[in-house]
């Protein structure tokens, strides 16, 4: 696993890793949750789906995942399969293995065995910080290193890209801070493509190179905005006047885009 | 990145008193939990004594502890025999439960079919009381051995049944999810994902089991009633009440309540033993 710090391709030349082309969603109960939706995905991007409840943040990232499929349109993967790592609100860890154990689960169900993967696992324990409690169970830790399990069985494989729906939205104030910074520097290290639902303008700002605002019934693409403030990003980030004046805009957005709905 | 978690990184730190009282309160409770019952029974054991005493019961209505356990001794060559098959029976019917139950809840797992058609003959099998279904299954089933293991099974099996599928199916959806997403076979989602999910039903519904495999047997037996070699201490209850051996009769549904206890504490071992590491259930809180 490389773990020196990766610089990503400037937002214009970076190649096209995923398509979403005219999707629909709509559900049996009659539900449009999507309507003609469009995203292009580039490899080494880190976007933000920012919209109002039920917009279909969700509905758009199972589709990516491929645990739905869209009633119309396409969603097409350039090159290479489908690689996909997840991680939900929940840390959704299994309460019955250690932490090596969850984190090994996606290798387990590849077929690979534990030895072969250790290397790799405790690697990327290491990186989250909980190289100590390999061989701890779920119950024994806190909310924050539960989540920090999540996020090392998600990108343990290097997956091509990395599907995370409001996944700190459930920690306080103080966690999310420091697993927003780690977030980032996971994902340089690991060069990886994130896309991330969040309700949060803030973190949209702080994370993303791109913040695409949806609107709801139905749901769809309302604007999207680039997040022009070089990584890595940290507490001096936060605090400066780039990064407020990039929040009133994004919120703006957001603002514009519920008005659409009313 | 770095990590200070206070409960799991704490040394030889100094604790304070109300800690100590705590730990105290833990000492005390452990002691307690089984002197207080020990105690108590001991004490109804001398209540039981003095009331046979001092209004002089004769034997043949009440026997006094004394003499059941008198009779414990005496009789041990007739009852322990007797309880070597209600055991056997007990332990045999319990596996098969074990067996058929897990068995079925994973077929039932694997599809729902076979679950919307063979769920509902668990249920009437369950509903119905043993001591209806008994008689006819002894005129249908000669061997006496099978027919008291079918009735004690049918006791037996639904609660493992019953619980072993509602575990199967109470996996984590999200879970699910990220199964499907890695691509689980769905051999590797039974065996890694519900399996797990469903062991501490299973040990629930295997609890309850293990205590009606007893009654089943006992009641089986009661209905098919013949004696002679190879009985359970139910037909010792049932020969020692025609011949009015009173005390025998105490003696042996003693023996059937300890047979109850031990398959209880043992069952309640082995759930401890699985759980302890990881299930809610086993985890002792501090305070
Ligand atoms: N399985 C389903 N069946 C029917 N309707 C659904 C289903 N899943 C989602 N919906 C509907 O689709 C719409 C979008 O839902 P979705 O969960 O994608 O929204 P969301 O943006 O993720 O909301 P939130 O921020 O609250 O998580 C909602 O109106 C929801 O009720
Ligand atoms: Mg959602």
């Not at chain 2, 200070?4 to 800690?19: N, Q, R, S």
């Not at chain 2, 065996?191 to 299973?202: C, K, S, V």
């Amino acid at each position: 696993m490389v773990v020196t710090w990766r610089k990503p391709k400037p937002l214009g030349e970076r190649a096209k890793l995923l398509e979403m082309a005219a999707v629909d969603k709509a559900f049996a109960g009659g539900t449009l949750a999507l309507q003609d939706m469009n995203l292009t995905v580039n490899e080494g991007d880190f976007i933000s789906l920012l919209g109002p409840s039920g917009c279909g943040k969700s509905t758009a990232l199972r589709l990516i995942a491929g645990l739905m499929h869209p009633t119309r349109g396409q969603i097409r993967w350039e090159g290479g399969e489908a690689e996909i790592g997840v991680v939900f609100q929940e840390p959704t860890l299994m309460p019955w293995a250690t932490v090596e154990q969850n984190v090994y689960l996606p290798f387990r169900l590849k077929g690979q065995s534990f030895v072969q993967v250790r290397d790799d696992i405790h690697l990327v324990l290491k990186l989250v910080g909980l190289e100590k409690f390999a061989k701890a169970y779920p119950r024994e830790l806190s909310g924050g290193m539960k989540m920090r399990v999540s996020i090392a069985r998600a990108m343990v494989t290097r997956p091509r890209l990395i599907l995370m729906d409001e996944p700190f939205a459930a920690l306080d104030e103080i966690t999310r801070h420091k697993l927003n910074k780690d977030l980032l520097e996971l994902k340089e290290k690991i060069a990886s493509t994130v896309i991330f639902v969040t309700h949060s303008v803030f973190e949209s700002v702080f994370l993303s190179d791109r913040i695409v605002v949806m609107a709801a019934r139905p749901g769809r693409v309302s604007t999207e905005l680039t997040v022009d403030a070089p990584y890595p990003r940290g507490e001096a980030f936060r605090t400066s006047a780039d990064y407020a004046a990039l929040c009133r805009t994004a919120s703006d957005a957001l603002h514009a885009a519920m008005g659409e709905t009313a | 990145m770095s990590l200070a978690d206070p409960a799991l990184a704490a040394g030889d730190t100094p604790v304070d008193a109300d800690e100590l009282a705590r730990a105290r309160a833990r000492r005390r409770e452990r002691v307690l939990r089984w002197l207080l019952p020990s105690v108590t029974v001991a004490l109804m054991i001398v209540l039981w004594d003095r009331i046979v005493a001092w209004n002089e019961i004769p034997h043949y209505i009440l026997p006094g502890p004394g003499l059941v356990a008198q009779t414990l001794v005496k009789d041990a060559p007739i009852l322990l025999p007797a309880l070597g098959v209600t055991l056997q029976i007990t332990l045999m019917a319990l596996a098969v439960a074990v067996v058929g139950g897990v068995g079925l809840a994973v077929l039932f797992s694997l599809s729902r079919w076979a679950e919307m058609c063979f769920y509902p003959f668990a249920v009437i099998l369950q509903v119905t009381p043993v001591v209806s279904i008994a008689p006819l299954i002894f005129i249908y089933v000669d061997n006496r051995l099978a027919g008291l293991l079918l009735c004690a099974w049918i006791v037996a099996f639904f609660p493992i049944l019953s619980n072993t599928t509602l575990g199967l199916n109470s996996t984590d959806h999200n879970l699910r999810d990220l199964y499907r997403i890695y691509g689980a076979t769905r051999w590797q989602r039974l065996r890694y994902l519900q399996i797990p999910t469903a062991l501490p039903y299973f040990l629930g519904g295997l609890r309850i089991a293990g205590g009606l495999s007893l009654i089943g047997a006992v009641v089986a037996e009661y209905v098919a009633g013949t004696g002679g070699i190879g009985s359970g201490l139910a037909f010792r209850i049932l020969e020692a009440g025609y011949r009015l051996n009173i005390p025998r009769m105490f003696a042996a549904l003693a023996l059937i309540a300890l047979t109850g206890v031990v398959i209880f504490a043992v069952l309640s071992l082995i759930t401890h033993l699985m759980l302890h590491k990881w299930h809610e259930s086993a985890i002792k809180r501090e305070n």
